[in-house]
């Protein structure tokens, strides 16, 4: 199972977050990738400054043939059609594509992301609409189911709503 992160706080040439993650997710079927599940669209606030326009998020289910080094290449190319500039970390922006986990592997290459997403236990925004799509999702490194987790980041005051 490949799990893939979508978030948005700043109006693209598509159009508000939620129909920027629409686009981003047209795109990627466009290039091959097959869409198996999509989460609800939730909105979590901005961070660290809490005063820019808060996060819509969701979540894919995807199946693709290709290697991890060619996903995260096609995740980067969609975030840049989308406006995407990285000038500062936890900037706002356009669109934010991430691999959270990519069939359960642990792993730390020098060429690609971090197997699975090394913050996605810790962020309410992630593991939300996660279970809405993998349910019964369980962290491959920490061995915690996801609702495990989103208690905990939840007791811990992280917050991400859904929008419908």
């Known amino acids: 199972m490949i799990l893939i992160a979508l978030g948005s ?3 693209s040439a598509a159009g508000p977050p939620a129909a920027t993650l629409r686009a981003a997710l047209t795109a990627l079927a466009e290039a091959g990738v097959t869409i198996l ?37 096609l995740l980067h190319a969609v975030e840049l059609r989308f406006g995407r500039e990285r000038r500062a970390r936890n900037a706002p922006r356009t669109l934010d594509l991430d691999i959270v986990d ?5 792993e730390s290459p020098p060429d690609g992301p971090i197997l699975p ?9 992630v593991l939300a609409p996660l279970l809405d799509v993998a349910p019964d999702w369980v962290h491959p490194a920490l061995g915690i189911p996801g609702r495990g987790l989103l208690e905990a980041v939840r007791a811990g005051g992280g917050a991400a709503e859904p929008l419908d």
């Open 102 to 106: 990519m069939d359960g592997r642990v």
């Open 37 to 73: 599940a999509v989460s609800r669209f939730f909105a979590s606030p901005a961070w660290p400054d809490p005063s820019e326009p808060p996060y819509v998020n969701a979540v894919a289910r995807i199946e693709t043939s290709m290697t991890q080094r060619q996903l995260i290449d």
């Open 117 to 125: 997403h090394p913050r996605a236990h810790e962020r309410a925004f």
């Open 9 to 11: 706080n700043r109006p």
